[in-house]
């Protein structure tokens, strides 16, 4: 299983720090994804890192305010979020799977998923 936490209430331009703690297995071979999804709305891909943490992708509108990392010696991924904007606003999700990088964005594509946790910037 995936646990998120770290969601909460901030002010436009402040900072959050998500993680996603892994249990039952280890997802040290895992790619892991962060995705987020607002009411009525499709899940949408936001950052992701391969198993070793050698590739790091993200959506273009988070690109230089959000970094992905991972320990997996505690099998666990952070998201860490800065400069935050209301438009970040929703349910952030962690997700796991063994796929190849080139699939990194597809929300199809992930087996394991986290219970999200709910970001709210406001303005």
């Known amino acids: 299983q995936l646990q998120a936490s770290g969601g909460g209430l901030v002010q436009a331009g402040g900072s959050l720090r998500l993680s996603c703690a892994a249990s039952?297995?280890?997802?040290?071979?895992?790619?892991m994804g962060w995705f987020r999804q607002v009411p009525g709305k499709e899940r949408e891909f936001v950052a992701a890192?391969?198993?070793?943490?050698?590739?790091?992708d993200y959506i273009d509108s988070v690109k230089g305010r959000f970094t992905i990392s991972r320990e997996n010696a505690r099998n666990t991924v952070y998201l860490q979020m800065k400069s935050l904007k209301p438009e970040d606003t929703a349910a952030y999700y962690c997700?796991?799977?063994?796929?190849?990088?080139?699939?990194?964005?597809?929300?199809?594509?992930?087996?394991?998923w986290g219970q999200g946790t709910q970001v709210t910037v406001s303005s």
């Open positions: 997700a796991a799977n063994r796929m190849v990088w080139g699939a990194r964005k597809d929300v199809d594509k992930y087996a394991y």
């Open positions: 890192i391969a198993w070793n943490g050698g590739n790091r």
């Open positions: 039952g297995r280890t997802f040290s071979y895992y790619n």
